[in-house]
């Protein structure tokens, strides 16, 4: 049997615990799931998926100037009147699934 040699990395632990999910319900520990991705990166000679930013990144609000900063309060205050809000928890949900954040 071949050597082994140990990765230690640190990971958000919500990520772990989903990744975790998913890999238990496949049958593939989280130690095979990291040796198959490190052997895709050797055979493709580099990442084996297209690392790219999201076509449009949230807002980071502290960039704004004070009129950028103020018309989109404006549109979510317009978004409001309209009825067209969203909870918290549905804000969390979106962002999750659109940035996983």
């Known amino acids: 049997m071949a050597k082994s040699s140990s990765v230690y990395t640190r990971i958000e632990p919500e990520v772990k615990e989903q990744a975790e999910l998913i890999l238990s319900r496949l ?58 809000g969203l909870s918290s928890k549905e804000v969390r949900e979106k962002m999750h699934r659109k940035y996983g954040i």
């Open 27 to 84: 049958g593939i520990p989280m130690a095979n799931a990291i040796q198959l991705y490190l052997n895709q990166i050797v055979l493709q000679n580099g990442i084996p998926f297209e690392v790219k930013l999201p076509r449009k990144a949230p807002l980071v609000y502290s960039e704004l100037s004070k009129e950028e900063f103020d018309a989109e309060m404006e549109k979510g205050m317009a978004s409001m009147r309209a009825g067209r």
